[in-house]
């Protein structure tokens, strides 16, 4: 424990050092992080050539993200999803991260195939290739051949990873902790919320079986479809460690000249692709997150595959709905209706002014419908939508991001392949079918059903919920907890007003009493000055005092106005 604790002190300082060193003095210098690097130091770098602010911001934040490492890069591209928490520009800088790191020894990869098998490899594959097909920041993958002649990919974890992605993963928990405050008044927030989803995700790309099960599920789907195939994964052969998969052969989407040579034609290759996506967002809610070029690949025949499932998106039936509720919104030109399946889809909307809001949604449909088809783009459409989302920090699922991230990607494969390619045009029936769906008799009778269920268990609940209401009000134990918000200034002011008040009744009291006295008839012991009683003098000088002091607030207060 000790040991890791001054692993992660030394870690934090360089992390500091780095913000440093790209010129982000003021991360360190307002937050606890300051106590980890020396005075000296920072002063240092006050004298250093400031080259790095050729370069803007969010480039520089990108630069410090690509030298801390493989967590703080998979953590960045995951937040390139979250148009809600970011803006813009900073999420093209993070879509520029690459996380591709050189291969491990095949000897270490061998060893832990074995390790997780329990067997020798021999005794296990017939052919095993030493040579990768690929790697990343989490595995590599070979190729191998089973002894029952079947042609496999073996996905390997690499060694050490678990332990490195949990000690990056705890660092970032820590620096979140010293850096809150400062995040927050950078709009961001929930940083600790967004580190614990991310250590979610982290920990289902670490574990293979999730994947296996994913695309056992997409296996399940489309196990009628003629034209969309899913390679099998061999179950009893995978772990959480190394993940073995039926090697499927074909060139990639994008590969043009392959596919004329196979006598395809490229733009039916394009609209298969489109409607298999389309249908896993709009029919099933579950959807393959990540459609690069290398990721779908096209058979002789015309089949489509998908590979790589390790990132997968869901929607449930609601959020499905609302989804497509804004595109239909879009379409209609209805700016209300996309206001409100907006706020369906959002997880909490607390959206201030719903007028500004649907005259916003209203502008970009009007900056969309003066398009001509050819001239209309899923990527600017995406990222009007983001920059809305942002603007109004609504907390949408975020299966949205990735859909509007896979739906740019494969435009712009459509777009190599279909020179008149509009994914407008293809999103269009499914939205109409999604209105069918969702006002279908079988639809609304289980929304009624729901609904029922609902009503019943508060009609069940209600009658105890009220007895204990009830006892508490007549054992004198029903507390009711109010809280003003935004109120602060107007009872500051009322405050001042009372203080005021009391202090003018205190000094008209004051005047009264002196006048009285003046009448009153006192024993000799009574001393006077100058014909006036004592106590006069008294009363004037402490009703003068009172006075003053009311003089000094309306000047204090008309003084701070002013500034």
């Given at each position: 424990?000790?040991?890791?604790?001054?692993?992660?002190?030394?870690?934090?300082?360089?992390?500091?050092?780095?913000?440093?060193?790209?010129g982000?003095e003021?991360?360190?210098?307002?937050?606890p992080?300051?106590?980890?690097v020396?005075?000296?130091?920072?002063?240092n770098?006050?004298?250093a050539?400031?080259?790095?602010?050729?370069?803007?911001?969010?480039?520089?934040?990108?630069l410090?993200?690509?030298?801390?490492?493989?967590?703080?890069?998979?953590?960045?591209?995951?937040?390139?999803?979250?148009?809600?928490?970011?803006?813009?520009?900073?999420?093209?800088?993070?879509?520029?991260?690459?996380?591709?790191?050189?291969?491990?020894?095949v000897?270490?990869?061998r060893?832990?195939?074995?390790?997780?098998?329990?067997?020798?490899?021999?005794e296990?594959?017939?052919?095993?290739?030493?040579?990768?097909?690929?790697?990343?920041?989490?595995?590599?993958?070979?190729?191998?051949?089973?002894?029952?002649?079947?042609?496999?990919?073996?996905?390997?974890?690499r060694?050490?990873?678990?332990?490195?992605?949990?000690?990056?993963?705890?660092?970032?928990h820590?620096?979140?902790?010293?850096?809150?405050?400062?995040?927050?008044?950078?709009?961001l927030?929930?940083?600790?919320?967004?580190?614990?989803?991310?250590?979610?995700?982290?920990?289902?790309?670490?574990?293979?079986?999730?994947?296996?099960?994913?695309?056992?599920?997409?296996?399940?789907?489309?196990?009628?479809?003629?034209?969309?195939?899913i390679?099998?994964?061999?179950?009893e052969?995978?772990?959480?460690?190394?993940?073995?998969?039926?090697?499927?052969?074909?060139?990639?989407?994008?590969?043009?000249?392959?596919?004329?040579?196979?006598?395809?034609?490229?733009?039916?290759?394009?609209?298969?692709g489109?409607?298999?996506?389309?249908?896993?967002?709009?029919?099933?809610?579950?959807?393959?997150?990540?459609?690069h070029?290398?990721?779908?690949?096209?058979?002789?025949?015309?089949?489509?595959?998908?590979?790589?499932?390790?990132?997968?998106?869901?929607?449930?039936?609601?959020?499905?709905?609302?989804f497509?509720?804004?595109?239909?919104?879009?379409?209609?030109?209805?700016?209300?209706?996309?206001a409100?399946?907006?706020?369906?889809?959002?997880?909490?909307a607390?959206?201030?002014?719903?007028?500004?809001?649907?005259?916003?949604l209203?502008?970009?449909?009007?900056?969309?419908?003066?398009?001509?088809?050819?001239?209309?783009?899923?990527?600017?459409?995406?990222?009007?939508?983001?920059?809305?989302?942002y603007n109004?920090?609504?907390?949408?699922?975020?299966?949205?991001?990735l859909?509007?991230?896979?739906?740019?990607?494969?435009?712009?494969?459509?777009?190599v392949?279909?020179?008149?390619?509009?994914?407008?045009?293809?999103?269009?029936?499914y939205?109409?079918?999604?209105?069918?769906?969702?006002?279908?008799?079988?639809?609304?009778?289980?929304?009624?059903?729901y609904t029922?269920?609902?009503?019943?268990a508060?009609l069940?609940?209600?009658?105890?919920?009220?007895?204990?209401?009830?006892?508490?009000?007549?054992?004198?134990e029903?507390?009711?907890?109010?809280?003003?918000?935004?109120?602060?200034?107007?009872?500051?002011?009322?405050?001042?007003?009372?203080?005021?008040?009391?202090?003018?009744?205190?000094?008209?009291?004051?005047?009264?009493f002196?006048?009285?006295?003046?009448?009153?008839?006192?024993s000799?012991?009574?001393?006077?000055?100058?014909?006036?009683p004592?106590?006069t003098w008294?009363s004037?000088?402490?009703?003068?005092?009172l006075?003053?002091?009311?003089?000094?607030?309306?000047?204090?207060?008309?003084d701070?106005?002013?500034?």
């Amino acid at each position: 424990m000790f040991k890791n604790t001054i692993s992660n002190l030394t870690r934090i300082r360089q992390v500091a050092e780095v913000l440093l060193r790209y010129g982000f003095e003021d991360v360190v210098t307002t937050t606890p992080l300051r106590r980890l690097v020396s005075q000296a130091r920072r002063l240092n770098w006050q004298r250093a050539d400031r080259q790095v602010f050729e370069t803007t911001r969010w480039e520089r934040v990108r630069l410090i993200i690509e030298e801390l490492g493989p967590t703080f890069i998979k953590l960045a591209q995951a937040m390139s999803n979250r148009a809600d928490l970011l803006p813009q520009a900073l999420i093209d800088e993070f879509e520029k991260l690459q996380s591709n790191v050189p291969p491990f020894d095949v000897v270490i990869a061998r060893q832990i195939i074995e390790q997780e098998l329990g067997q020798p490899i021999s005794e296990v594959f017939s052919e095993f290739d030493d040579t990768t097909l690929g790697s990343a920041s989490i595995g590599q993958v070979h190729r191998a051949r089973l002894l029952t002649g079947e042609e496999v990919v073996v996905k390997v974890q690499r060694p050490g990873v678990r332990e490195k992605v949990r000690s990056d993963l705890a660092l970032l928990h820590e620096l979140v902790r010293l850096t809150a405050g400062f995040l927050q008044k950078q709009g961001l927030a929930n940083p600790q919320d967004i580190v614990d989803a991310f250590e979610r995700s982290m920990s289902k790309e670490l574990d293979y079986t999730a994947e296996a099960r994913s695309m056992e599920q997409f296996r399940k789907l489309y196990e009628d479809y003629t034209t969309f195939y899913i390679p099998k994964p061999f179950r009893e052969l995978s772990t959480e460690r190394i993940l073995v998969i039926e090697f499927v052969s074909g060139c990639k989407i994008t590969d043009k000249t392959q596919l004329l040579e196979w006598g395809l034609s490229p733009e039916t290759v394009a609209e298969t692709g489109m409607d298999i996506y389309l249908t896993q967002i709009f029919e099933f809610g579950i959807f393959h997150a990540d459609p690069h070029p290398g990721n779908v690949l096209v058979q002789p025949d015309g089949t489509v595959v998908l590979i790589d499932f390790g990132m997968v998106g869901r929607l449930t039936k609601q959020q499905k709905y609302a989804f497509a509720g804004v595109f239909i919104g879009m379409a209609r030109q209805d700016a209300r209706n996309m206001a409100l399946n907006f706020r369906r889809l959002a997880l909490t909307a607390e959206i201030p002014d719903m007028r500004m809001f649907e005259s916003d949604l209203s502008q970009l449909i009007e900056d969309f419908a003066t398009l001509d088809v050819k001239e209309m783009s899923m990527s600017d459409l995406a990222d009007a939508l983001q920059t809305v989302i942002y603007n109004y920090k609504l907390q949408v699922p975020g299966a949205v991001f990735l859909i509007l991230r896979a739906l740019v990607i494969l435009e712009g494969i459509g777009k190599v392949l279909h020179p008149n390619f509009n994914t407008f045009e293809f999103v269009r029936p499914y939205g109409a079918k999604i209105i069918r769906e969702q006002y279908s008799r079988q639809n609304l009778l289980l929304e009624a059903e729901y609904t029922g269920t609902q009503l019943l268990a508060l009609l069940q609940t209600l009658p105890s919920d009220v007895r204990q209401i009830v006892r508490k009000i007549s054992k004198g134990e029903l507390r009711l907890k109010f809280e003003l918000v935004g109120y602060n200034l107007l009872l500051r002011k009322a405050d001042q007003l009372v203080s005021r008040t009391i202090l003018a009744l205190l000094s008209v009291g004051g005047l009264i009493f002196s006048g009285l006295s003046l009448m009153g008839r006192y024993s000799a012991d009574m001393p006077y000055w100058r014909g006036v009683p004592e106590i006069t003098w008294w009363s004037l000088g402490a009703t003068g005092f009172l006075l003053l002091v009311l003089l000094l607030l309306g000047t204090g207060r008309r003084d701070k106005e002013r500034g």
